[in-house]
């Protein structure tokens, strides 16, 4: 299987607080996933590079101390959006992939939407 | 980095007509996946496609990557199939996927 869970779906938070993201593989192993942002009428790009067990690799341009991830596992990976504003508002998929079905590619997860308020 | 272009940027269709998305990309890849993004934002992964010809239902795909590129074929369209559709690539296995910039896609009844 190739299955990945994201929670929250949805997040409204105040300015000025942190926000956490789940991002669970069910059925696989994952050493590596990746986190995405969406803004509305946007394509995908990518934020960062989660790595189970040691720092995660950021893109240009993404504050690694406003983002913080986290991969203890091999079955999670988290990322925190700290002291959120308005401009953070956007949508935010993780994806991996199971390295044992290499014909399946990618998996992503149903993604959380954080408005900032 | 790598390149993805995808077109057309937007399509609309009357339900039951065919149609071909294309993604052009600029090197060669190890990975090449076709997504159907639904209203809520899921990503669907509709095919693995780095190189030749997969079937599934109404949908299939065709990537020829000598040439650098893929073609998404949707026959009989449905009003469910509207949504945004992207390809991505990766250049090395296990590595980032790049997306395209997506096509829009209105199937009315």
């Known amino acids: 299987g190739a299955v990945v869970s994201q929670h929250p779906s949805r997040v409204i938070c105040k300015s000025g607080t942190s926000v956490k993201i789940e991002c669970r593989s069910l059925?696989?192993?994952?050493?590596?996933m990746f986190w995405y942002r969406q803004f509305p009428k946007q394509s995908l790009m990518l934020m960062a590079t989660?790595?189970?067990?040691?720092?995660?690799?950021?893109e240009q341009g993404v504050e690694k101390d406003k983002f913080l991830i986290n991969h203890a596992s091999l079955t999670l990976s988290t990322l925190t959006v700290t002291s959120a504003h308005p401009e953070d508002s956007s949508f935010y998929i993780c994806?991996?992939?199971?390295?044992?079905?290499?014909?399946?590619?990618?998996?992503f997860g149903s993604g959380t939407r954080l408005t900032v308020v | 980095g790598i390149q993805v272009e995808q077109s057309p940027p937007d399509l609309i269709l009357q339900e039951g007509a065919n149609s071909t998305l294309r993604c052009n990309f600029s090197d060669s890849v190890n990975n090449l996946q076709w997504f159907h993004q639904n209203p809520w934002g899921q990503l669907i992964n509709l095919f693995y496609i780095p190189s030749g010809t997969k079937q599934n239902g109404r949908l299939s795909a065709t990537t020829v990557a000598t040439e650098r590129y893929s073609l998404l074929y949707i026959s009989s369209s449905q009003t469910t199939d509207s949504g945004v559709y992207f390809c991505?690539?990766?250049?090395?296995?296990?590595?980032?996927?790049?997306f395209g910039e997506g096509t829009q896609l209105t199937v009315n009844p």
């Open positions: 994806s991996a992939r199971n390295l044992l079905q290499k014909n399946y590619g990618y998996t």
């Open positions: 059925d696989f192993q994952a050493t590596t």
């Open positions: 991505a690539v990766a250049w090395v296995s296990g590595s980032r996927l790049t």
């Open positions: 989660s790595n189970e067990g040691s720092k995660a690799t950021y």
